[in-house]
Nanobody, 115 residues
Framework: QVQLVESGGGLVQPGGSLRLSCAAS????????MSWYRQAPGKQRELVAT???????NYAASLEGRFTISRDNAKNTVYLQMNSLKLEDTAVYYC?????????WGQGTQVTVSA
């Protein structure tokens, strides 16, 4: 069982930045495939970014290079640096770990972009 705890969400003005963190339990974090998803009100959950155990990354095309996913295996933590935030980035952001074919989700952290 993998437990994930997200943090770092909050209220930010358009154009601002936030860094989300997701701390994972377990001794095998370095081999987890980690992802960030988000779900806006009334919309389906969508993939934001993924980082493999080897550090390869993939992003949703709609982000236009504004977000960066990274991981610190020594801290069992994955990050999502979000810059140039837009109103449409408002959502609950979820962390997901994939390990041996099973997916584990965090409880989510709210990001609200508002003037």
């Amino acid at each position: 069982q993998v437990q994930l705890v997200e943090s770092g969400g909050g209220l930010v003005q358009p154009g601002g930045s936030l860094r989300l963190s997701c701390a994972a339990s377990g001794n095998f974090f370095s081999i987890y495939i980690m992802s960030w998803y988000r779900q806006a009100p009334g919309k389906q959950r969508e993939l934001v970014a993924t980082i493999t155990s080897g550090g390869s990354t993939n992003y949703a095309a709609s982000l236009e290079g504004r977000f960066t996913i990274s991981r610190d295996n020594a801290k069992n933590t994955v990050y999502l640096q979000m810059n140039s935030l837009k109103l449409e980035d408002t959502a609950v952001y979820y962390c997901k770990a994939r390990h041996i074919g099973a997916d584990y989700w965090g409880q989510g952290t709210q990001v609200t972009v508002s003037a």
